[in-house]
């Protein structure tokens, strides 16, 4: 076992990395709650379960709770 490079691990580790920086905010709606993160894009984040929107200068939109 030990004899074989295993160059699989590499990936591996960046794809941890990749899914930490996704895990950054959760929806603050209680239906949504914190298993429900925020996707983020450029100008914004938003909830893809209630359609919260949170704005990158701190506005809400889409809030329905
Ligand atoms: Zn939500």
Do not use: Q
């Not at 794809?15 to 450029?42: M, Q, S, T, Y």
């Not at 200068?57 to 329905?64: F, I, L, V, W, Y």
């Amino acid at each position: 076992m030990s004899d074989s490079p295993n160059a699989n691990s590499k990936w591996s580790k960046y794809k941890v990395e990749d899914d930490k920086l996704v895990r950054g905010e959760f929806c603050p709606n209680p239906r949504c709650g914190p298993g429900i993160f925020l996707a983020v894009h450029v100008d914004r984040k938003s909830c893809g379960k209630c359609g919260y929107t949170l704005l990158n200068d701190g506005k809400e939109a889409h809030k329905n709770f």
